[in-house]
């Protein structure tokens, strides 16, 4: 597994950017797809983005597309993912993940290194 640190979380106003920060330490980053998933408060945990091994490609869920961009750094084995036009319904609990699998995906049993999550809040 790799180890995975998420930083970059806060409280907002509707409109406003984040962006969020993962480190990743322990197995080889730049060989595992790296995946952002969010969980609301008394809701699943759902896909957000993921960005395959070398970052030439990403995928999005419907509802942060246009919004929020998924990017890595395997020099500084970093992802990070910029969020814009924030609304209040973003708000929720932020994971990085890892994956071996060689392609992005969605499903979070893809994944098998989690971090712990950064709180992300948007008020109105």
């Known amino acids: 597994q790799v180890r995975l640190v998420e930083s970059g979380g806060g409280l907002v106003q509707a409109g406003s950017s984040l962006r969020l920060s993962c480190a990743a330490s322990g197995r080889t980053f730049s060989s595992n797809t790296m995946g952002w998933f969010r969980q609301a408060s008394g809701k699943e945990r759902v896909f957000v983005s993921a960005?395959?091994?070398?970052?030439?490609?990403?995928y999005y869920a419907d509802f942060v597309k246009g919004r929020f961009t998924i990017s890595r750094d395997n020099a500084k084995n970093m992802v990070y993912l910029q969020m814009n036009s924030l609304k209040p319904e973003d708000t929720a609990v932020y994971y990085c993940?890892?994956?071996?699998?060689?392609?992005?995906?969605?499903?979070?049993?893809?994944?098998?290194?989690w971090g712990q999550g950064t709180q992300v809040i948007v008020s109105y």
């Open positions: 993940a890892g994956s071996l699998r060689s392609g992005v995906s969605s499903a979070g049993y893809e994944y098998d290194s």
């Open positions: 960005i395959n091994w070398r970052g030439s490609s990403s």
